[in-house]
């Protein structure tokens, strides 16, 4: 299990939209409908922003979406506030009960 | 609202064995609703997944740490257990313990995490 590839870093200013990609393989993100995001601050444990490749949990801002192209998944974040400043990490079911995780994408507000 | 807390040593000396727990609490860890894991993240790292317990008893671990973890479940205190035997600098990482419903594939609630540190 090879971990899932996200770019270290992308910034953005206040009120604009930043997408953050995660590629992976055909054993995980190209095969299954379970990716799902996660935000973690600093000294913070993760916290579910998407999952099911496009669903957003209860209680989550709309202001964050994800989606999927073949081997691809993304989160989008628009109107991007202070708050957002974070890492983000993807994950993706790899089949026979496994994840796999993406090494994490930390976003600066500009 | 189902709440996790991890408990267990902060230091572990080199070729000993990680002992942790989790405690789960506003829900009950015999359903089969849910699997129960335990992830790590090496300070500054990413994320990585570890193993899974479900409620049948079967429990998967990633491949790369297969021969050396174990996790349990203690139904009657609502805990769920890692034992990671051998471990080296490189075990050291805070752990989290996660659940999530399994029709779902994602990890719903978690715990705040624990730091073990590996000394040599």
């Known amino acids: 299990q090879s971990a899932l590839t996200q770019p270290a870093s992308v910034s953005g200013s206040p009120g604009q939209s930043i997408t953050i990609s995660c590629t992976g393989t055909s054993s995980d993100v190209g095969s299954y409908t379970f990716v799902s995001w996660y935000q973690q601050h600093p000294g913070k444990a993760p916290k579910l922003m998407t999952y099911e490749d496009t669903k957003r949990p209860s209680g989550v801002s709309n202001r964050f979406s994800g989606s999927k192209s073949g081997h691809t998944a993304s989160l989008t974040i628009s109107g991007l506030q202070a708050e957002d400043e974070a890492d983000y990490y993807c994950?993706?079911?790899?089949?026979?009960?496994?994840?796999?995780f993406g090494g994490g994408t930390k976003l600066t507000v500009l | 609202q189902l709440q996790l807390q991890e408990s267990g040593p902060g230091l572990v000396k080199a070729s000993e064995t990680l002992s942790l727990t989790c405690t789960v609490s506003g829900g009950s860890i015999s359903t089969s609703d849910y699997y129960w894991v335990w992830i790590r993240q090496p300070p500054g790292k990413g994320l990585a997944w570890i193993g899974s317990f479900y409620y049948s008893g079967t429990t998967y671990y990633t491949p790369s740490l297969q021969s050396r973890v174990t996790v349990s479940v203690n139904k009657s205190n609502n805990q769920f257990s890692l034992i990671l035997r051998s471990v080296t600098a490189a075990d050291t990482a805070v752990y989290y313990c996660?659940?999530?419903?399994?029709?779902?594939?994602?990890?719903?609630?978690w715990g705040p995490g624990t730091l073990v540190t590996v000394s040599s």
């Open positions: 994950c993706s079911y790899a089949g026979s009960s496994s994840w796999v």
């Open positions: 996660a659940t999530g419903v399994q029709r779902f594939m994602a990890f719903d609630y």
